[in-house]
């Protein structure tokens, strides 16, 4: 078994070969290695590139975060002072993950909320260095964050903060949203956390109102794999019945800013977990303004992309699904897929949008074949062979398109669907049984397994 050190013992070597025998920094650092090494022991676990104080031999990092100590303690008021020790502390942390664990085992982030849960009076640039520096610990490090963090966070913003507190403040609870589901649910088991946040929405500064919709989206995250079963669904829906139209209503409002209108429809997507919210944002004129806003801005890859994904998610309610198609939605898809068909990312969501808006219904699969549309899904396959996401999406709206609406079988044999999904099918063995439902649909000849038999030693006799 490997012998190892505590990150102290290698500090107090480099510290006693700067101050004893007057190395630099770096031969002091150095030569602490090669001795380790030279004893066997394993330095895997040690931050070898902290900043050093050059006069003290000692880690700036564990000078500023016991400087910062003292003065809390003290309630000494010297704001250039702690200014300039969170300014260390923050720069310390942006270097690596092992800096911030360092960081919060020093102390470092407890202070801060201390710091932050006090109440004397700060100024707004204290409090923001204040604000960044918890940014900086808690990033990729969301275990930190607790309760006492939670309540700073809210009454901060209940105090109705200026726009640069208010980001970093969303952003401090985007950061413990990420890969921990607990804190999600600590965030929103709070009930005061939904009537804190949702007055930011009507906040005229678009950084705060795209930061709340950044938060929203954390809040519905289901990526932490220790927990069994999260609970992101019963976020959204708790969420949406809060703030999905007035979110829906900023989309009108906010339409000269292309990436807030982009943000925006993402979020609507996100919430849009039940059948009831599909007609929610119809109902708030989210449906038409998907639809304004793709002729408005065909060129931008980015707002017909989340147009694409807020469209699917509404084709979640039947009734809604027809109305996208009568309002008009079926040439918009065509000519967007059709003049961004080289993009990859763009031609899979596309593609998504279009399968599910076909699924189970021949109106909308006749006014989409009627806008020449079967030619450019079998152009874009044949643009991306090599993405198994194309293949597999432009097979469902081949398949969606033709199950109920047999009369365009011949015309998507003759522009040569069958060689193309015959060569989806030879390159991408795991989607077979999509391109394969395809096929079938289609007409074509496709060979389809039996998938299970059973057998049995006793034989029943019909007589």
């Known amino acids: 078994m490997a012998k190892v050190i505590t990150q102290e013992t290698f ?8 101050v004893e025998f007057s190395m630099s920094i770096e031969e002091a650092r150095e030569e602490t290695i090669k001795q380790f090494e030279a004893q066997g022991i394993h330095l895997g676990n040690i931050i070898k590139d902290l900043t050093v104080n050059p006069d003290t031999g000692v880690p700036l990092l564990n000078e500023s975060v016991e400087e910062l100590k ?13 200014s300039q020790l969170l ?3 923050t720069e310390e942390c942006k270097l690596s993950v092992p800096h911030r664990v360092l960081a919060a085992k020093l102390g470092a982030y407890e202070f801060i909320v201390k710091r932050l849960n006090g109440e004397d009076k700060m100024d707004d640039d204290v409090l923001l260095k204040l604000l960044t520096a918890a940014n900086a610990i808690v990033n990729k490090q969301p275990d930190v964050f607790n309760h006492e963090s939670l309540a700073v966070v809210l009454k901060t913003l209940k105090a109705s903060p200026e726009p640069k507190v208010a980001c970093e403040l969303m952003k401090w609870l985007q950061k413990a949203c990420i890969l921990h589901e607990m804190n999600r649910q600590l965030i ?3 009930n005061q956390t939904i009537p804190t946040l949702k007055p930011f ?3 005229p500064e678009t950084d705060v109102i795209r930061n709340t919709c950044t938060l929203f989206r954390y809040l519905i995250l289901d990526d932490d794999i220790r927990v069994e079963f999260g609970k992101a669904h019963e976020h959204a829906r708790q969420l949406a019945v809060a703030t999905l139209t007035e979110i829906t209503q900023l989309l009108t409002k906010c339409k000269s800013d292309p990436d807030l ?3 925006l429809m993402l979020t609507i997507a996100s919430l849009t977990v039940r059948n009831e919210f599909c007609q929610t944002v119809e109902e708030a004129g989210g449906l038409q303004f998907i639809l304004d806003a793709m002729v408005e801005f065909p060129d931008s890859i980015k707002i017909i992309r989340e147009a694409c994904k807020l469209l699917k998610a509404l084709a979640g309610n039947d009734t809604v699904k027809q109305h996208i198609i009568q309002c008009g939605a079926a040439p918009l898809l065509e000519s967007a897929l059709n003049r ?3 993009n990859e990312t763009f031609a899979r969501h596309a593609l ?4 599910t808006l076909a699924l189970r219904e021949p109106a909308n699969s006749k006014a989409l074949f009627e806008t020449g549309i079967s030619e450019t899904i079998i152009q874009t396959m044949k643009i991306h062979p090599t993405s198994k996401i194309v293949q597999r999406n432009a097979s469902w709206s081949v398949r969606n398109m033709v199950s109920r609406s047999r009369d365009q079988c011949d015309t998507f044999v003759a522009q040569g669907v069958e060689d193309v999904l015959n060569r989806a099918l030879v390159d991408h063995p795991s989607i077979a049984h999509d391109v394969k439902s395809a096929l079938r649909d289609l007409g074509c000849k496709v060979q389809l397994n039996e998938e299970w038999k059973a057998t049995s030693e006793i034989q029943i006799k019909n007589d």
Do not use: G, P, T, Y
Request: charged fraction near 40%.
């Open 70 to 82: 003292l003065l809390i303690d003290a309630k000494d008021d010297n704001q250039e002072k702690l």
């Open 340 to 342: 961004h068909k080289d």
């Open 201 to 203: 929405l009507s906040r």
């Open 87 to 89: 300014a260390v502390i």
């Open 352 to 355: 998504a949008c279009i399968s």
């Open 188 to 190: 929103m088991e709070d």
């Open 11 to 18: 500090d107090d070597v480099v510290k006693e070969n700067i």
């Open 261 to 263: 209108i982009s943000d």
